[in-house]
């Protein structure tokens, strides 16, 4: 679909609904409400909405619980020792990787602490980490935090990558640039796949080459791409990746993180790792003997007991991935995104500008909204209205139509509020 077959009008939003083959799956999810009705929900790249199934899965693990206790951890429906192998073989799809490099553990942060730990290794003469500039304050804090432990000066170990002089977007031949001109002292490039707060998707198969030419590790927080758009993490080399699980792929808040590690690394057990007895050799492992023996794949990287209550919102998010399949997700994704763009183009007398890539290969479902004036007060027309979407001093309103939830007439509902308001 491109721009010059839009149109305005409820009349055309609700056509392009109805021959829209992903349309039902909206009725698999549970919105807020609001004034009886359901609220329009932009706001997945935060939190995404709770699939209706999850009622009925927790339910499933309440009573092997119940009735099985620590049995259920070898029987029941979903024997626990290995419930974080269920979520694997979905995650292949949307993450480009085998079963093999990817688990699921912790939360973001802690796994981004856990990953940094393993590949950043500063010598005298290769210490420093690229990461862009107004990163989210998580990175930011656990970059300056790592070159700390290792004794380093945070002005001196980390370049941060920032746009042009007037710009608001990060051009990719700069990052590349730098990567470049940092050469041997490079150790790590460490950058979210997709900013926050612009929406801006960066060319990771680029930015990994440009590492690896340098000899430096290539490692991306994923959180706001991970089941908004797919990847290719294997065969792009990525050395290592994580990404939390509760906003595109709706597991829930706080659920469980995901991690990505090449077989490269995963498939040497004497890759560098901080261990517990979930990461053993599961031949080894009630041994309960000294000595750690990582098992030979990214579940090496496992710490501690599978957090089975943490991951069942998950399980039941993927099937209904499964269900819709992410190529087709993203495509409809980029229909939608580019639908809400056009709108909000036939709107010359806002005082506004969408500081998210125009192209659509270089954004997922989020447009951000620069308003230079009445941002704050757009965003409460909006709640007021039904529509939930977020806001971000200064003045960004961030609208993330996600494609599982999200219909032509959401979308078009909240230019109307915009055109008959403001």
């Given amino acids: ?133 107004g990163a989210f304050p998580s990175d930011q804090y656990a970059i300056e935090t790592l070159v700390k432990h290792f004794g380093l000066d945070p002005d001196q170990a980390i370049i941060e990558i920032s746009p042009r002089e007037g710009e608001k977007l990060l051009r990719e031949e700069d990052i590349l640039e730098t990567i470049a001109q940092a050469g041997g002292k490079l150790a790590m490039v460490m950058m979210g796949g997709i900013n926050y707060y612009t929406g801006q998707f960066y060319n990771l198969e680029a930015i990994t080459k440009a590492a690896h030419a340098v000899g430096a590790i290539a490692g991306f927080d994923l959180a706001h791409v991970a089941g908004n758009i797919p990847l290719q993490l294997h065969d792009w080399q990525v050395d290592f990746a994580v990404w939390c699980s509760y906003k595109y792929l709706n597991a829930g808040p706080g659920a469980v993180g995901g991690v990505f590690v090449h077989e490269k690394w995963a498939s040497n057990s004497d890759t560098a790792r901080l261990a517990g007895w979930w990461g053993n050799d599961e031949q080894t492992r009630f041994k ?56 909000l183009q036939q709107l010359p007398n806002l005082n506004f500008e969408i500081i998210t890539p125009s192209d659509p ?15 704050r007060a757009i965003h409460d027309k909006m709640i007021e209205n039904g529509i939930i979407v977020d806001y971000r001093e200064p003045g960004v309103i961030r609208v993330a139509p996600a494609p599982l939830y999200c219909s032509f007439e959401d979308v078009y509902q909240f230019y109307s509020i915009l055109k008959a308001h403001f």
Avoid at 94 to 113: D, F, P, Q, R, Y
Avoid at 298 to 321: D, E, P, R, Y
Avoid at 361 to 372: I, M, T, V
């Fill in 1 to 133: 679909m491109t721009n010059n077959t839009f149109q305005i009008g409820l009349d055309y939003a609700i056509a392009t609904d109805k021959a829209d083959a992903l349309a039902p799956f909206k009725s698999k999810f549970h919105f807020p409400q609001h004034q009886g009705r359901d609220c329009i929900y932009f706001c997945g790249n935060s939190l995404g909405l709770q699939p209706k199934s999850l009622a009925e899965a927790m339910d499933v693990e309440m009573k092997t619980w119940q009735n099985l206790a620590v049995g259920g951890y070898f029987g029941g429906t979903n024997p626990w020792l290995r419930y974080h192998e269920y979520l694997q073989p979905s995650l292949t799809s949307i993450m480009g990787a085998s079963t093999k490099e990817i688990t699921l553990m912790n939360s973001l942060t802690v796994n981004l602490h856990l990953l940094m730990l393993s590949f950043y290794k500063p010598s005298i003469d290769r210490y420093q980490i690229i990461m862009e500039a």
């Fill in 288 to 343: 309960m003997e000294k000595g750690f023996h990582a098992k030979p794949n990214a579940s090496g990287w496992n710490i501690s007991t599978t957090q089975v209550f943490n991951m069942i919102g998950l399980k039941a998010s993927l099937a209904i991935f499964d269900e819709a399949g992410i190529q087709a997700l993203r495509e409809k994704s980029m229909q939608l995104t580019a639908y809400l763009e056009w709108l």
């Fill in 361 to 375: 290969h270089f954004r997922g479902a989020q447009l951000s909204l620069y308003f230079k004036d009445q941002g």
